[in-house]
């Protein structure tokens, strides 16, 4: 019996609807052992169902045999400079993928977005260095299916709430397992991240209802420290857009996001940016330098994947009648570490 999946009809209803049965695993690391030549790889897959091929053609993907026989060509290479050559780009962000992971190559995972503070994607980096606990720096939905993959153990599958993200989940288990699930690699270890924060009324305004909260998880999956040629900064939570004030729900949870700024010497060269802060029940306020009245402490920074990092936050933030005295103690690893390039003299 073909699974089922769930999807919202036009109407609002919620209707169930067949999802594709599940490829066979196979084993990544002999398809790429077997890879002999680009031509050799796509005369072997080449042939189609016709029902398939007819879909292919009508989204214009007339590569698509090349483009899977090149993931294994990068692969087989260790040169992901071959990637470049697949059309589609989620298959060339994959190429990178697979060959970063085969050749234990964090440096080499793919961006996870536009921008370097996002670092790059943490299966990838997790995978690459052999490292469960890396797993952390995951997403909700894909953590799991990370620490399976590294342990080799398609059992904690089974707590995935969907049922096509369980199947995925066990075919990736087996066909990764020969390259991934290999032992070998030093550990990692990872504290859990941890923050608390304290919020008290200022200039004569009256404490929030709750004035102390576990503002964990806005470092549930680390920081990413960004390398510059002079400085280095990471990000906690996402930064609010700066503006006026506007109220948070009161059933919301606390959080605050800041970028930190550093040098060679964390510890004495830090500063903050960018702050935001939100309070169940009160406003929300946030602030650009200069326009708040913080001050960063014990600063530590240890810049390397699985790296811990802590410090902490005091300070008035807002202006009178909104404004808060505020203090926050964090905790929390790094996921990744990007090294920015310096700019090509004029």
């Given amino acids: 019996m073909l699974p089922l999946a769930h999807e919202v009809a036009p109407d609002g209803a919620i209707a ?88 234990r190559r964090a440096d080499g995972c793919p961006l ?22 890396l797993c952390r720096g995951a997403d909700a939905r894909s953590r799991t299916r990370c620490e399976a993959v590294v342990a080799g153990d398609a059992k904690p599958c089974a707590s995935i709430a969907l049922a096509e993200d369980r199947r995925d989940c066990a075919r990736d288990v087996e066909r990764w397992r020969s390259i991934v699930a ?54 906690v939570g996402d930064l609010e857009a700066l503006g006026s004030p506007r109220a948070a729900s009161p059933s919301s949870r606390a959080k605050l996001s800041f ?10 060269q830090a500063s903050l940016r960018d702050f935001s802060l939100s309070v169940p029940g009160a406003a929300e306020l946030s602030c650009a330098p200069g326009r708040c009245e913080l001050s960063v402490k014990d600063v530590r920074v240890d810049a390397s994947r699985g790296g811990a990092v802590s410090l902490s936050v005091a300070g008035r933030v807002g202006v009178s009648p909104q404004a808060f ?5 964090l905790s929390t690893f790094v996921r990744d570490v990007v090294v920015e390039a310096a700019p090509a003299p004029r």
């Fill in 325 to 329: 005295q505020v203090r926050a103690t």
């Fill in 182 to 235: 290999e032992g070998g690699a030093p550990a990692i270890a990872i504290k859990a991240p941890s923050a608390t924060l304290e919020v008290h009324g200022a200039d004569g305004r009256a404490d929030p209802a709750l004035t102390s909260f576990d503002a964990s998880g806005v470092l549930s999956r680390g920081v990413v420290v960004v390398k510059g040629p002079r400085r280095s900064s990471l990000r």
């Fill in 112 to 133: 996870a977005a536009t921008s370097s503070e996002d670092g790059r994607d943490s299966v990838c980096v997790a995978w690459s260095l052999r490292s469960r606990a």
């Fill in 16 to 103: 169930a609807t067949v999802v594709d049965p599940a490829a066979p695993a196979g084993d990544l690391l002999a398809d790429v052992a077997a890879f002999s030549s680009l031509e050799a790889c796509i005369k072997q897959r080449a042939p189609l169902d016709a029902v398939v091929s007819d879909a292919l053609a009508s989204i214009g993907y007339g590569t698509f045999v090349r483009d899977a026989c090149r993931v294994l060509e990068a692969a087989k290479t260790r040169d992901a400079t071959r990637c470049a050559l697949i059309d589609a780009s989620a298959l060339k962000y994959r190429c990178e993928s697979v060959v970063a992971v085969v050749a």
């Fill in 259 to 268: 970028a930190l700024d550093f040098g060679p010497e964390a510890s004495s």
